[in-house]
């Protein structure tokens, strides 16, 4: 229950849309949240059903006072919480992470201005486009306009008296015709105010709506026998086609669309945002929000939506997401596809969204691989409910066919990792036919009774692989040896990935996309790989060796030194005495060529 200052501001909170202000004692703001129904909103933090979550529990354990905004709508209430986040970057809201500079396309307010790229915008009156991710697409746009235009690219200031005073001369770019010489007057500056209008919407994306005023001059051109000109335009309309062929990823009817997409994990949201224009996708970005006090993907895919709508000045009408949202955007609709075109660039969205999210964590895991590895062992650790961390865990496997050439392996991971130096198989030698719960039992006694003698350290956590019955197998090893409840102990049933605890008859079922789950699902099969290879030797040898080892006075030693030189029992049958004796003498000569000629 909340403090009772803090019970009557509750009580007295408005049921309107607005935003709300958690401070802490010092008068600090720690939380800033919106909300449809404020009183409902803010009344479901001090309830014991919010309270399940431990960060939340944390964040209203440190409030003082609350304060409220109320505004008109949901949407204002959306840009206001942003705006406040953004201003005081409270402790427990979301965080994000978007450091990167990308470069822009600026349109440089001057006469006769440049078009160039920049990753500094400066207030000065010039319009900027973008940002764009990737820098080889900006280059492919402003590659197409020096292709199409005669752009100045000096920083000359061109004002009317410096150009009536003759101040300045044509430069090499003119006379290889990239400009038209606009310095000494040689172009007029409407004529080149057109030029810059046609760039600003290539830019943009209006491809198709700059093609047809061009093919409109083309033919004026034509209809005046003026072929020249009339040829030069049409190769600006080829290059256009050309580009936009390039850019187009689905049916040009799309246009001016905007397309958001989310993935997610336990600590992160990775919000996707494409424009799409003429069915060309001209802007594309993820930016990475941390979670604060588990926000859903609703609440994240609502902030990244503002966030990155704002930066890129959008005002696309139609908005493609991946599912319904509880707020509405003025002027505009949200459209949730089933098939077609659409269907498509949001799952392409989506696919950008998961590639960021998985080429962060690689980063993440190049830059400080050991963070990377306590993050998951503190995963484990709190999914699996031990008291420790377990940096050393240990995975128990048996293999057997019909009871034939049991084995059991070990496998060893230290801090999430593969321990290939410290992995053990061992052949069973006290249960007979195919018992796998007692083989079980001897591998982990046998395991655990020699770390012991040894001095070696113990694991914090043991995986079985198998059920109830596995495990408890298991158990039986670890009493005798005075380790249980010392040592952490689970087993993992492979038809349901159901992992199940000592003592306890329901099992716990992790995420599929969990990864504590994940490095279980290694660790087990990692042992069933290593058990099934020792086992695979053990019966092959068997095989090989079997009719040789049956000779009477033949050991291993002989009957591995003929299969070296021969590669097979068959080739052995056929050799002649005095071959068989310049290789393993007379005596065994004898006895290996009369056990294969005993008719003879």
Known sequence: MPKADLKSIIQSAPKKPGVYQYFDKEGTIIYVGKAKNLKNRVSSYFNNKHLDSGKTRVLVKKIADIKYIIVDTELDALLLENNLIKKYQPRYNVLLKDDKTFPWICIKNERFPRVFATRNKIKDGSEYFGPYPSVRMMYTVLELIKQLYPLRSCTLNLSPLNINNHKFKVCLEYHIGNCKGPCEGLQEEVDYNEMIKEVRGIIKGNISEINKQLKEIMHKYADALDFENAHKVKEKIAALETFQNKSTVVSPTINNVDVFSIQSDEKTGFVNYMRVVNGAIIQAHTVELKKKLDETDEELLAIGMLELRTRYESESKEIIVPFELDFSIPNSFFTIPQRGDKKKLLELSERNAKFYRLESKKQAERVDPERHSKRILEQLKADLRLSELPQHIECFDNSNIQGSNPVGACVVFRNAKPAKRDYRHFNIKTVEGPDDFASMEEVVYRRYKRLIEEGESLPQLIVIDGGKGQLGAALKSLEKLGLRGKIAI??????????????????????????????????????????????????????????????????????KELLLRFKSVKRVKELQLKDLEEIIGFSKAKLVYEHFHKEG
Do not use: C, M, W
């Open 490 to 559: 689970i087993g993992i049933a492979k038809r349901l990935e159901e992992i199940y605890f000592p003592g306890d008859s329901l099992p716990l079922y992790l995420k599929k996309s969990s990864e504590s789950l994940k490095v279980i699902q290694q660790l087990r099969n990692e042992a069933h790989r290593f058990g099934i290879t020792h086992h695979r030797n053990r019966r092959s040898k068997g095989a090989i060796q079997s009719e040789l080892s049956e000779i009477k006075g033949i050991g291993e030693k002989t009957a």
